[in-house]
């Protein structure tokens, strides 16, 4: 993945971003990270039940569950170490560690070769792009905010590299695409199974 950034970007991404490391904005980043992830899908998903938007939530559940198996299985093929493990003698400026416990338990859950696709990066742009026709501008503001957030975040906190970013990315695309591409007859069984629960 290294090979493969400086080839695209020059030298690997997160390497690029030292140069606006501040505590401040290390704090945002953690928090969007962290807390964005799930907020973004999973208050998605209760939104569209809640509001009776069957056919929506489906397709939102469906894509995630495809996109989150497909990129565990990803993790397996192509094993990829982030750069906060696999470089950290090439970072100068260190961030600050506000939350070091923190930290330490979300790694321990973490499997180490999980960078490539960028999850981080494509569940808050599937969600995003599966929804995006439901919600009035004011949300898709937020909502887009939410998802760069994160985005930037994976890079600016050196778990990937540009390239798992952009990966994570066509490959919200990819299944968002084919979820919305999947037979009408199929959906509206599930829709009419929704609605009877």
């Known amino acids: 993945m290294i090979q493969l950034d400086i080839l695209l970007f020059g030298?690997?991404?997160?390497l690029y971003l030292q140069q606006w490391i501040t505590p401040g904005l290390t704090l945002w980043m953690e928090f969007a990270y962290l807390h964005f992830y799930y907020l973004l899908p999973i208050g998605s998903?209760?939104?569209?039940?809640?509001?009776?938007?069957?056919?929506?939530?489906?397709?939102?559940?469906?894509a995630l569950i495809y996109a989150l198996t497909g990129g565990f299985c990803f993790y397996f093929i192509l094993p990829v170490v982030g750069p906060v493990t696999y470089i950290p003698d090439q970072f100068v400026v260190?961030?600050?560690?506000?939350?070091?416990?923190?930290?330490?338990?979300?790694?321990?859950?973490?499997?180490?070769?999980d960078c490539f696709p960028s999850l981080h990066t494509a569940i808050p742009w599937l969600t995003?792009?599966?929804?995006w026709s439901r919600h009035p501008w004011p949300?898709?503001?937020?909502?887009l905010f939410m998802a760069l957030s994160i985005t930037f975040s994976t890079l600016?906190?050196?778990?990937?590299?540009?390239?798992?970013?952009?990966?994570?990315?066509?490959?919200a695309v990819l299944i968002a695409q084919w979820v919305k591409h999947q037979p009408s007859d199929q959906q509206d069984r599930l829709v009419s199974t929704v609605k009877l629960t």
Do not use: C, M
């Open 128 to 131: 995003l792009i599966v929804t």
């Open 156 to 171: 600016y906190l050196r778990y990937h590299y540009g390239a798992d970013v952009i990966a994570g990315f066509l490959w």
């Open 139 to 143: 949300i898709k503001s937020i909502l």
């Open 94 to 113: 260190p961030l600050p560690a506000n939350h070091e416990i923190l930290y330490d338990a979300v790694n321990s859950f973490r499997y180490l070769y």
């Open 45 to 62: 998903l209760f939104y569209f039940y809640w509001q009776g938007q069957h056919r929506t939530f489906l397709h939102l559940r469906k």
């Open 11 to 14: 030298q690997p991404v997160p």
